[in-house]
C-alpha cells in the first residue's frame, strides 16, 4: 500500500487479470482521487470517492474508501497493457483542493 | 479545451545554475499549484496561489527557490543556485478554488537534472 515511509511499490501481471491496489492515509481527508501517470506525463484523475462514499465505479474501475480506518482501495478489472502506469491515491484535508499524494504503485501490465 | 502548459520540457544544469519554470493553466482557473517530483516517488505541493495571493508556500526552499504569479494567470517558478537535490520533475496544476474536492488539472511536467 501506498503512504507514510513505504517505498514506491510495483506490481507486474498479465493483461485480462485484476489488480487490487491499496492507499492508507494519515489525517481527514474530505476526497480520495486517484490518479495514473504514464511515463513522461503529469499525473490525470481516473477517479473520485467523497468522504460519504464508500465505493464508486467507472467502467473497469472501482475505488473504494474506509474512513474508519483510513484507508482506500483502487481495483482494475480485466487489465489492459495500456493501464501500466503508475497510480497514485491523494487526499484532501483542505477543502480546497490542496493534495497530499502517496508514494505510489507501478503497475506494469504484460501483453 | 486547452490543457496546462509547462516549459520547457527538459532543464539540465551544473549546480549553482539558475532555471526558470513557466507554467500556464487552463483558462478561468483561478488556483494554481506548483509540484515537485522526485523520480520514484509521488507529487509533493510546493507553492499554491489563488489568483496572484500564495495561499501556501511553506513547502517552498525559501532560500533559493520562488514563485510569482503576477496577474494571476500565467506562473513562474525559479530555482536560484541550484543543487544535485532538486533534480526531479517539476509539476504545474491548476482548478477552481471554490470547487473543493473536485481534481486538479496538471500540464506535462518540467523534468530537471542538476549534475
Known amino acids: 500500500s501506498q503512504w507514510g515511509e513505504e517505498n514506491l511499490q510495483a506490481l507486474s501481471i498479465q493483461e485480462g487479470e485484476d489488480v487490487t491496489m491499496n492507499c492508507s492515509y494519515k489525517t481527514y481527508t474530505t476526497v480520495v482521487q486517484w490518479y495514473r501517470q504514464k511515463s513522461g506525463k503529469g499525473p490525470a484523475l481516473i477517479i473520485l470517492i467523497r468522504s460519504n462514499e464508500r465505493e464508486k465505479r467507472s467502467g473497469r474501475l472501482r475505488a473504494t474508501l474506509d474512513t474508519s480506518s483510513q484507508s482506500s482501495s483502487l481495483s482494475i478489472t480485466g487489465t489492459l497493457a495500456t493501464d501500466t502506469a503508475v497510480y497514485f491515491c491523494?487526499?484532501?484535508?483542505?477543502?480546497?483542493?490542496?493534495?497530499?499524494f502517496g508514494k505510489g504503485t507501478v503497475l506494469l501490465v504484460s501483453p | 479545451e486547452a490543457g496546462v502548459t509547462q516549459s520547457p520540457r527538459y532543464a539540465v544544469l551544473q549546480e549553482g545554475q539558475a532555471v526558470s519554470f513557466w507554467c500556464d493553466p487552463i483558462s478561468g482557473h483561478d488556483t494554481l499549484y506548483w509540484y515537485q517530483q522526485p523520480r520514484d516517488q509521488g507529487p509533493q505541493l510546493l507553492v499554491y496561489f489563488r489568483d496572484e495571493a500564495v495561499i501556501d508556500n511553506s513547502q517552498l526552499p525559501s532560500d533559493r527557490f520562488s514563485a510569482v504569479r503576477p496577474k494571476g494567470t500565467n506562473s513562474t517558478l525559479k530555482i536560484q543556485s541550484a543543487k544535485q537535490g532538486d533534480t526531479a520533475t517539476y509539476l504545474c496544476?491548476?482548478?477552481?478554488?471554490?470547487?473543493?474536492?473536485?481534481?486538479?488539472?496538471f500540464g506535462h511536467g518540467t523534468k530537471l537534472s542538476v549534475l
Open positions: 491523494a487526499t484532501d484535508d483542505s477543502g480546497y483542493n490542496k493534495l497530499t
Open positions: 496544476a491548476s482548478s477552481f478554488w471554490d470547487r473543493g474536492g473536485e481534481r486538479l488539472f
